[in-house]
């Protein structure tokens, strides 16, 4: 080759080839999706219509019956969709049975859990639960798989933390001002991804972190520092912390105030290798603003109830905190997993209300939300649709004869 030749194929290619490999190196990396999707906005009348599937439970089987159970699912899943058009929708943790896949085929799972929501340009987040880490998967490769996607706004937290999807995201009013915090937590649980070279598994405890509940704690501070108020919010963990469980054996705990499936009892909350969730629970007991708490994993449980919180102190009887804290458990969206009860998911109408004149915290009732809520099943009716205002609990509802 001449040296004029040689000097042209570097002049030409060399810069192709280094541009095709930093990109590449780019593509392979976890990195913020806050850097390349489009923000979450609420509409004009202030609503935001979130849908949450839970317990997809894909994969449990790669070939024969499991593709026939994958592909019920995602009917369900398209039907759903179709019948509410939601803004956004969380996925809140076993997308996958984990303990039934491999690393190989992780990444085909996740791309038929989120077909649905591509093919109708529907944002998404996702919390990963238990079944999500096992021998064969690990939640890193599901996060990679889910990070291809512009549509995903699922984030990678700091490894110190303990597990991976700990994160926020701000919803905007329609002048571009946060109105809304969406939380994220991972309740870990499952296994470790092939730690040992015999397969043996090495549990991972089903509790949010000690560190990750330092990390909700500082970043809800840093947030009212930043916007100069309190936002209100809802926050999404797979496993339920035991404040579910205690509220389902209270007295005060009835079908007819706290509609929906009751089947799991005792509940399965947070716990393992000896950990609580005790430092959790206190925190979110007192996060101001935090309207709702929102789990899966227990199959058999479909229902919202309301938890007082602990009595203010004197120099905070004007903060949110007076209101109680509701407890919703989504509904088992897919044909996998234990149970044979009706699937389907529940439907958040959540609306940040704004004062008259303007006024208030950047124009918005300080710390208060408004939510509607109803669980759309795969027959697509619509059940226990209630308010979930300072009044439930003790309004009742009409009992329901659907499992």
């Known amino acids: 080759m001449s040296v004029g ?5 570097n002049t030409i290619f060399l810069p192709v080839f280094t541009f095709i490999l930093f990109y590449s190196i780019i593509q392979l990396q976890p990195t913020s999706p806050s850097f390349r999707h489009r923000s979450l906005y609420l509409r004009d009348d202030g609503s935001f219509d979130m849908l949450i599937f839970s317990d997809l439970h894909f994969g449990e089987e790669e070939h024969g019956w499991g593709i026939a159970q994958d592909r019920k699912s995602l009917a369900i899943m398209n039907g759903i ?21 491999f690393r190989e085929n992780a990444s085909s799972y996740v791309d038929q859990v989120v077909a649905p929501l591509v093919s109708r340009d529907i944002p998404w987040a996702s919390t990963y639960g238990n079944h999500d880490s096992s021998y064969n998967l690990s939640r890193e490769a599901l996060y990679e798989s889910e990070s291809r996607y512009s549509l995903s ?81 809802l926050l999404f963990v797979h496993i339920p912390p035991r404040l579910f469980a205690e509220t389902q054996t209270s007295e005060s705990f009835a079908p007819a105030r706290f509609p929906g499936l009751n089947k799991d009892y005792p509940l399965s909350t947070q716990h393992g290798l000896g950990l609580t969730d005790s430092r959790l629970v206190d925190a979110l007991l007192s996060l101001e603003g935090l309207h709702s708490i929102h789990s899966g994993h227990d199959h058999g449980a ?3 109830a309301s938890r007082q919180r602990p009595a203010p102190k004197i120099d905070q009887r004007d903060h949110s905190s007076d209101a109680p804290i509701f407890l919703c458990f989504a509904r088992h969206t897919g ?12 439907m958040l109408r959540v609306t ?19 939510v509607e809520s109803w669980v759309r099943l795969q027959s697509m009716q619509a059940i226990s649709r209630v308010s979930l205002n300072e009044t439930y609990g003790q309004d009742e509802y009409p009992l329901e004869d659907v499992e």
């Open 5 to 9: 030749r040689f000097i042209g194929f």
């Open 81 to 101: 969709l179709d019948a509410e058009d939601p803004d956004f929708v969380v996925i809140n943790g076993d997308l996958i049975t984990g303990e039934n896949t």
């Open 153 to 233: 706004h699922t984030q990678y937290s700091d490894k110190a933390l303990g597990g991976v999807t700990n994160y926020h995201i701000e919803v905007l009013d329609r002048s571009g001002r946060a109105a809304l915090i969406l939380w994220f937590l991972d309740s870990q649980g499952g296994s470790l991804f092939q730690t040992k070279g015999n397969q043996t598994q090495t549990k991972i405890p089903g509790v949010v972190s000690n560190a990750t509940v330092d990390w909700l704690t500082e970043t809800h501070q840093q947030l009212i520092d930043r916007h100069g108020r309190v936002l209100p919010s």
């Open 302 to 304: 479909s229902w919202c």
């Open 335 to 346: 044909q996998g997993g234990y149970g044979d009860w009706t699937r389907g998911a529940r």
């Open 352 to 370: 940040v209300p704004e004062m008259a004149d303007g006024s208030g915290d950047g124009g918005h009732v300080k710390g208060k939300v408004e």
